[in-house]
């Protein structure tokens, strides 16, 4: 399920439900009145490049979630101002979730229950959730918070969380959700990703669902060149 806009449907926005093998990739999922994207009791699962926004109409519900599932991965998938969750995971053994940016959703950011034995959280930034949106008039403190249930900061998150500089809130914008130039979540990402950097974009990942190279906004990763002048 690659390079879809799925949006203002009147149930989940993407659902998929016992299946084996599935890519969820480079979608953009939003302003869905359920659940923007829900997988239900599948194994072998990739979410990643995706931009999950603006889930929940009149009910509280999350940016995605993965119930019942065997060894999903999420990556580069960025979760914003969603109503409620920006991602859970439930009865999920062997989930992995890095390289995201979970960023001022109204309820918890990122949220494991239980039954997601043997997780693996790293690499992300989760900021600013709880945060006055999505239909909440002030701070949701109450059901707020970065990380809820079994996930913690893990490996190399973002510690303290830190705002990733978004050139811009507007969907209608090329660089809607795109880090901006200094940002502290470019080249931060798992290391370990190399295959999935795009060409041109430097010797590491970035976090969420865009590069840096795709607004021309790169580390410096060679030495200059000095020329001699007379």
């Known amino acids: 399920i690659v390079s879809n806009y799925i949006h203002k449907s009147a149930l ?5 439900e016992s299946s084996t093998n599935v ?27 995706n931009l999950v926004f603006r889930a929940g109409g009149t009910a509280n519900v999350e940016g995605a ?35 995201n940016l979970v960023f001022r959703n109204g309820g918890r950011g990122l949220e494991l ?16 959730n709880g945060y006055a949106c999505c239909g909440w008039t002030t701070t949701n403190s109450a059901f ?13 998150d973002l510690q303290p969380s830190r705002n990733p500089l978004f050139l811009s809130f507007s969907p209608a914008s090329t660089n809607f959700l795109r880090p901006g130039c200094g940002s502290p979540v470019i080249d931060v990402g798992d290391p370990a990703d190399i295959s ?35």
């Open 12 to 16: 989940n926005g993407l659902r998929t």
């Open 23 to 49: 890519r969820i990739g480079r979608n953009r999922v939003y302003s869905n009145a359920q659940i923007n994207i829900f997988v239900d009791r599948c194994s072998n699962v990739v979410l990643s490049n």
């Open 65 to 99: 979630q993965i119930l019942d599932t065997i060894g999903a991965v999420v990556r580069n998938t960025t979760f914003f101002s969603n109503k409620w969750q920006g991602f859970v995971g439930v009865n999920s053994p062997r989930i992995r979730v890095r390289n």
């Open 113 to 128: 229950n239980p039954g997601c034995s043997n997780a693996s959280v790293k690499y992300n930034d989760s900021y600013g």
């Open 144 to 156: 707020g918070g970065n990380y809820a249930g079994f996930a913690a900061a893990g490996t190399n």
């Open 196 to 230: 999935n950097i795009p060409p041109g974009g430097g010797l590491r990942i970035d976090m969420g669902a865009y590069e840096g190279v795709a607004f021309g906004c790169l580390s410096d990763t060679n030495a200059p060149t000095i020329s001699a002048r007379s």
